[in-house]
Every structure is written in C-alpha cells, then in structure tokens.
C-alpha cells in the first residue's frame, strides 16, 4: 500500500468506508447531464438485434428521470425494434424520418424545419427517436454529426458493434484530443471507422461537447462509470490543472476514499483527509470530472521548510496520458511559490518509483526528509518504502 494511485489503477471494487461522502459514479455523471441534451446515433448494422437496446434502454431511462434530453438515430429496420423495446419509454408520436440526400449540399442542413421539429418533440418529452429513410451506415453517420453540430449538443455518442478504437498493442484507446484524432484516422484500415472517426473531429470542430465511439451494449458503463468502455474525443487542450475550490471537496474526498477502498492510497480518517484537501490540486477535462488529484502537504513540514506530494490518484480512464506527471509538475510551481527548499514523496510501488525517478527526483534515505514525516510511523513500513526528494533552491 502507498500513496500513489496514479498509475496502473485496477477496477473500481468495494464499498466506501462508514462515514465517507454519498457518491457513485452513476450520481456524478447524472449531475453533469441535468439539463443538457445528448445524442445516440446507432450505425447499422447495429439495433438489428433486439439485444443492442438493451444498454440503451437502460441509460435512456435514468437519463429521462433525470431530465436529460436526448435524442436517438436509428435505421428504418431498426426502428420498430427499439420501439418495441422501449416500451412506456417510447415517444407517442410517430417517429419523424429524415432523407439525408435532401439538402445535404444546402445550408444550414439538417435545416430549420428538422430542428424545429425535434424541439417541439423534445418539449412534449424528453426522448425523441428519429429515422433515416434508407438502411445505410454512412448516411447514418452523416446525419447525426450534422444534426448534432446543429443542435450544438452537449454529447454525440455513435453506437457501433465494434465499440471503441484499439491501437497497435490491442489495447483500447479510451481518450483521444482532437490534435491526435487525425493520426488516429490514418492508423485505420475500415473505411467505415474512418469515417465514424472523421465525423466525430467535425462534430468537435463544429462546436458539440465531446463525442464518445462505443457498442451498443456498453453505452451504460460509457456514459456511468470513470473507466468507459470505449473511446472519448475532445477538443485539443481539453484537460488543464487548477488548485481544487471548496465545492471540489466532496468529489475529491470521494476519490480518496475509492483509492483507499482499492488499496491505492494510504488509508486516512475524514480528519486527515480534510487537512489535505486546502492544497489540493485536479485534473480537470473540460467542464466535465476531475481526472485526478494530488495534493502538496506543508503544514506538518514547516520547520522544514519541506512539502509531501501526496494523495495522488488519476482515473483509469486517463492513465497513459500525462495526467499524474502534469498534476506533479503543478505540484513544484506551487512547492517554489511557498519558497519550500524541497519536496518528497514515498511509495513502495516499482512504477511510482520509476515515475518519480523520470521526472528528475532523486532517491534518498528517510533521514533525508524531515522526520516530522516519520512520527508516529512502523519502522517496519519505513524500510519498505522508496523515498523521492527533489531540490527547489
């Protein structure tokens, strides 16, 4: 155990401890939904088996209770099937179908009367489902960028069966800036996925939120939960790092909280907890959640003049990305802004240690950091411990 979960982070598991903030991942993405409109387009061929409604069903229902709107694309054979499936959920009135081939070369496309339309739906209720006059992907595709550049919405999610991006190792690509986008497309040998990939850098370019690439069987675990199941883009410099407000502490308690449960962090009491979050610091992606944290801890080392990083915690979803060394570079701005001779940090973790070790930190011995740090302390634990120092003066 250390107190450092930044890197190779494994499933959320657990429960949180008594006494720790009421949290899930489920209510904080809900939070951030109120209100705003989302759109699914599914590609064909997916929704030509009653099974690929059955993640959609489920997310459309909490966003609806939510009073998130949001609007679905589908193919005419698709279309009674997931009225079907939909069951109460589904719109009364009959679903509106569009002719991607009119208009297309006009602008602005989808024009005036397709938008207005779908708003008159969405105020008499807050799914509206929509269908294309043909059975074809592209067009499919098309459309729902356009509508969603439109609609300017808040999120484009495109339902394929083969899910998110995989890069040349067979790992999935769960995040993806718009600087990166076009080399992503080049690495593509489908056509088809090219052209998924490329309306999602247009939709971005035209103004919608972010755009999420995933199967129709996971878009529940994609829009829910911190680790995803396929791929987010966003706008080029989406992420960017701040000291935590006060209104960020309960998020950021939380998952301190989830990294002890996992084992990640070094257990704490609330008390301790909330010592550490004045000088926290997060990741934050756009308007959306804190990717992570870290916080820098003076006050027991002000003799010293020292400060521990500490409580370092990144998101599955954003490991891989430069999270934790950006966190920490913010870190020392702020170690030499309080004039601090140095900072550490402690791990017992070989991948911290190399972290820590690229990052140009040196390893030292504990009487080589203040020994306020180890009052108190199992010398048992201290021996097993890699201790970091880094010279601000």
Known sequence: MNDFGAIGLSDFVGKPRRGAPVFSEKTFYLEEFYGKSLLFALIPPAGQRISDFDSLVLTLRE????????????????????????????????????????????????????????????????????????????????????????????????????????????????????????????????????????????ALEDGVGSV???????????????????????????????PVSIDDFEEVEALIVRGQTEGSLLPRTPDQIAKILPSCFGYRIGDEHLAGICSLLTEPYRRDRAGEITAMYTLTRFQGEGVAAVLVREILKEARARRLKYVFACTNEDRVAGFFSRLGFKRVSARDVSAAKWRGYDPSRIKSLSIFRAELD
């Not at 079907?84 to 009119?102: C, I, Q, T, Y």
């Not at 878009?219 to 680790?227: A, D, G, K, N």
């Open 212 to 242: 999420n690439l995933v199967a129709p069987g996971d878009v529940y675990e994609e829009l829910f939960s911190f680790i995803g199941a396929g791929t987010l883009f966003t706008e080029m410099q989406y992420g960017f790092v701040r």
């Open 63 to 202: 966003l609806r209770r939510n009073q998130t709107r949001c609007v679905v694309i589908v193919s005419p054979s698709a279309l009674p099937k997931l009225m079907r499936r939909l069951g109460r959920l589904a719109p009364k009135e009959p679903p509106p179908v569009f002719n991607p081939s009119d208009g297309l070369r006009s602008r602005p496309y989808p024009p005036d009367s397709a938008v207005a339309e779908i708003w008159a739906r969405l105020r008499a209720g807050s799914i509206v489902v929509a269908s294309m006059s043909r059975d074809d992907a592209d067009d499919l595709t098309v459309f729902a960028r356009e509508l969603a550049s439109r609609l300017r919405v808040f999120k484009l999610l495109m339902l394929d069966r083969r899910g998110g991006l995989i890069d040349k190792d067979g790992q999935r690509l769960s995040f993806v800036e718009e600087h990166r986008i076009r080399l992503t497309m080049r690495n593509l040998r489908s056509r088809a996925r090219r052209a998924i990939v490329r309306a999602a850098l247009d």
